[in-house]
C-alpha cells in the first residue's frame, strides 16, 4: 500500500466493528481487520485490507456507509 491510500487503525478499528455488525463477529475479515487494528503491524494491515477488498461489493459498501455517518 502507498502512503498515500494507508487506512489509519481507527479507520481499520470502525470497519472491523462495521463487519461485525453486518456479517458476524466470527467473519474472517472482521477478525482480520480487528486483529490488524489491534497490532498496527503493516503485515496484518496489508493482510486485512487485502481480505476487505475481496468482499462482496455490498458488504464493502454497507460497511463504508456505517463508519462514514
Request: hydrophobic share 55%; proline share 6%; net charge positive.
Amino acid at each position: 500500500m502507498a502512503d498515500d491510500t494507508a487506512i489509519n487503525l481507527e479507520t481499520i478499528a470502525k470497519l472491523a466493528k462495521a463487519l461485525a455488525f453486518i456479517k458476524s463477529p466470527q467473519d474472517p475479515v472482521a477478525v482480520a481487520l480487528k486483529a490488524a487494528a489491534e497490532s498496527g503491524k503493516p503485515a496484518d494491515v496489508k493482510k486485512a485490507y487485502a481480505a476487505f477488498l475481496k468482499l462482496k461489493p455490498g458488504d464493502r459498501a454497507a460497511a463504508m456507509a456505517m463508519i462514514s455517518g
